[in-house]
């Protein structure tokens, strides 16, 4: 009992760094955002942010881990059990989902995937690769089944579906934030249509 309270409070505690960290790190920059406003944003002391992490950098690349994570595994969760074409359509709509309930990790992760300079960056690659795979194996799926073209280069297809993904994603949340999560689903799912049609 004891241990289950002390795991949650300190899981409670990692989620409030990781919101803090990915909040100011989206506003002002990696390098201006410091430990003591890392712990000052999430309402703890300087100490408890080097008692769940050793470092800064540490607590970034663990911030990368979770937010990922958390895409791959609402990636997984919209395809289960799909056909190929219902299966494009959901996880169009989960990277929507999810980009609009982590506005600021989204922003973040598209600033980061275009720096090679990071000592993240291997860890990002992986990472990137796994929540890519997933569509991969969607693609994969449809070419098989014929709803998609059979010359269809898998890999590049995957890698644009994700970046358009993010990136219409955070201009609709930036620039037209009124403008429902369906209308920009369709208006994503139509240009996919549209490239695998050619």
Do not use: C
């Not at 990136?167 to 037209?176: E, P, R, S, T, Y």
């Amino acid at each position: 009992m004891v241990t289950d309270g002390r795991t949650r409070r300190r899981e409670d505690t990692r989620q409030r760094l990781f919101v803090a960290a990915v909040e100011l790190i989206a506003e002002q920059g990696f390098t201006a955002t410091t430990v003591d406003d890392i712990a000052a944003r999430a309402g703890v002391a300087k100490g408890t942010v080097y008692y769940n992490f050793q470092s800064k950098t540490v607590l970034f690349e663990e911030l990368l881990r979770h937010g990922i994570g958390l895409l791959t595994a609402d990636f997984r969760a919209a395809v289960d059990g799909l056909p190929p074409r219902e299966a494009l359509a959901a996880l169009v709509r989960a990277e929507l989902e999810y980009i609009r309930r982590y506005r600021a990790f989204a922003q973040l992760l598209l600033s980061e995937m275009w720096r090679t300079n990071r000592e993240w960056q291997q860890t990002l690659r992986l990472l990137r690769g796994e929540a890519i795979e997933v569509i991969a194996e969607t693609v994969r799926a449809g070419v098989a089944s014929g709803d998609l073209p059979a010359d269809l280069d898998v890999p590049t297809a995957s890698s644009a579906l994700f970046g358009v993904g993010l990136v219409v994603a955070v201009d609709w949340l930036v620039f037209q934030p009124d403008r429902p999560i369906s209308d920009v689903q369709e208006a994503l799912l139509g240009i996919v249509r549209r490239v695998a049609q050619t």
